[in-house]
């Protein structure tokens, strides 16, 4: 099974809302990722986990908060965000960071802030 | 520094026939990975093949193979027999083995006619 599950799928917000996406995969995965795709580009990375610890922070702006309570579960907390982080959000898993293994993805939420 | 490019914005093909999407790539690793993704409208990134640098055989699975050749740094993608449900954007990606990072090309969207 290569399943990894977002939610929500669709989510609409104001500037000074404060919400979550929430990411699962019971794969027994050690790396996680968050990405952000704007439409018909390719996914940005934006932060990779490995082993529960943060190891890669693309230079995010602070209001994209990512969190991984487990092995199992990545959330990402918005808080203020501005129209322009309107976009897809996927969130990806690996078997670890290093090597050539693959991620596998999930849905997506597609986020629109106003 | 790793950079993948795909040439071809946009692709026709009618149905049952074959095509190939291209994919050059640009890395200083000695050893890496090549990964093709597929997104329909529908957002999710769906993996479809990989192969290893090291790999001699070139990858298949079912009616994707890799057109793998590695002096000229390339990792053409070839459908067999397309299918109405292949229309999508097709993202070939690169995965260092040391930075664990997955690089995306910009992507060809394909057309399949009935």
């Known amino acids: 099974d290569t399943e990894v599950t977002q939610t929500p799928k669709h989510l609409v917000m104001g500037m000074t809302n404060k919400k979550s996406l929430k990411c699962e995969q019971h794969?027994?995965?050690?790396?996680m990722y968050w990405y952000k795709q704007k439409a018909k580009k390719p996914p940005e990375l934006m932060f990779v986990?490995?082993?529960?610890?943060?190891?890669i922070n693309e230079s995010v702006p602070s209001r994209f908060s990512p969190e991984c309570p487990n092995s199992s579960l990545l959330n990402l907390h918005l808080h203020a965000l501005q129209p322009e982080d309107s976009a897809l959000y996927l969130c990806a898993s690996s078997s670890r960071v290093a090597g050539e293994d693959t991620q596998y993805f999930g849905p997506g939420t597609r986020l629109t802030v106003l | 520094a790793q950079k993948i490019t795909q040439t071809q914005p946009g692709m026709f093909v009618q149905e049952k026939e074959a095509v190939t999407l291209d994919c050059t790539y640009d890395?200083?690793?000695?050893?890496?990975?090549l990964f093709w993704y597929k997104q329909p409208s529908s957002g999710e990134m769906i993996f479809l093949i990989y192969q290893g640098s090291y790999d001699q055989q070139n990858a298949t699975e079912g009616r994707y193979s890799l057109n793998f050749q590695k002096a000229r740094k390339s990792a053409n993608l070839v459908i067999s027999a397309s299918q109405l449900g292949d229309s999508a954007m097709y993202f070939c990606a690169i995965k260092s083995r040391n930075t664990g990072k997955l690089i995306f090309g910009q992507g060809t969207t394909l057309q399949v006619k009935p």
């Open positions: 794969m027994g995965h050690r790396a």
């Open positions: 890395t200083s690793d000695p050893s890496y990975g």
């Open positions: 986990y490995s082993y529960e610890k943060l190891s």
